[in-house]
């Protein structure tokens, strides 16, 4: 099955703007992660929020968790060109000896100046 | 503050070569990932590490695939027979933990592979 589905696959903003991403999963999770990918590169670890948890707060990032609908989202507030990148929500799938992490498709955040 | 490192960043080679991608993980870390992103794709889980063998493992890390902890500090996946659908870019991540589920992965900046 699917996990970590983004939408929008593509979000155009101007500087000042906020941001928002959202994510859909299909199983129960322990928790969910969001990624930021710059062009090219790698993957920048943003913020975890845990399934018994409903916002969390970093910066200008603000993260919300609805299990009843399986889905969370992804605010930037006041959005810089810098913020300029893909972002991927990630669900962990529980094994034995550690857990490995299932990606949405991501959703490309495109910041003008 | 600590990071994964790999190395080389990029990695070309011919078609059938082998090639040995390699990473640092974070010092304190027990637990080690390699993740795989095709081009215009999702990233992809291939293996995990943890006491010196493989955790888990999906169904694209076959035969052709490998991974080995040498030391005390480098982690590698090797890829035996490379193929053109080999090319993409590899993650190495490392953990904490790992059983508790909530623990962050950390990624490393990756290594392009292509193979021609």
């Known amino acids: 099955s699917q996990q970590g589905e983004e939408d929008p696959q593509a979000l155009s903003i101007q500087e000042g703007e906020n941001a928002t991403m959202n994510c859909s999963y299909k199983t129960s999770i322990n928790n969910l992660q969001w990624y930021r990918q710059n062009s090219g590169r790698g993957l920048v670890h943003l913020i975890l929020?845990?399934?018994?948890?409903r916002e969390k707060h970093s910066g200008r990032l603000r993260v919300t968790l609805d299990t009843s609908k399986k889905s969370s989202s992804l605010l930037i507030t006041a959005s810089r060109a810098a913020d300029t990148a893909s972002y991927f929500c990630a669900t962990i799938m529980i094994y034995n000896q550690g857990g490995k992490l299932i990606f949405g498709q991501g959703t490309e955040l495109s910041v003008k100046p | 503050e600590p990071e994964v490192t790999q190395t080389p960043s990029h990695q070309v080679t011919q078609m059938g070569q082998e090639v040995i991608l390699r990473c640092v993980p974070i010092s304190n870390h027990l637990y080690f990932y390699w993740y795989r992103q095709i081009l215009g794709q999702k990233v992809e889980f291939l293996v995990s590490?943890?006491?010196?063998?493989?955790?888990?493992k999906s169904e694209i890390f076959d035969d052709q695939f490998s991974v080995e902890r040498p030391d005390g500090s480098n982690f590698t996946l090797k890829i035996r027979s490379t193929k053109l659908e080999d090319s993409a870019m590899y993650f190495c991540?490392?953990?904490?933990?790992?059983?508790?589920?909530?623990?962050?992965?950390?990624f490393g900046p990756g290594t392009r592979l292509t193979v021609l």
């Open positions: 590490f943890y006491n010196n063998e493989i955790s888990e």
């Open positions: 991540a490392s953990s904490e933990v790992g059983t508790s589920g909530v623990d962050t992965q950390y």
């Open positions: 929020i845990r399934s018994n948890e």
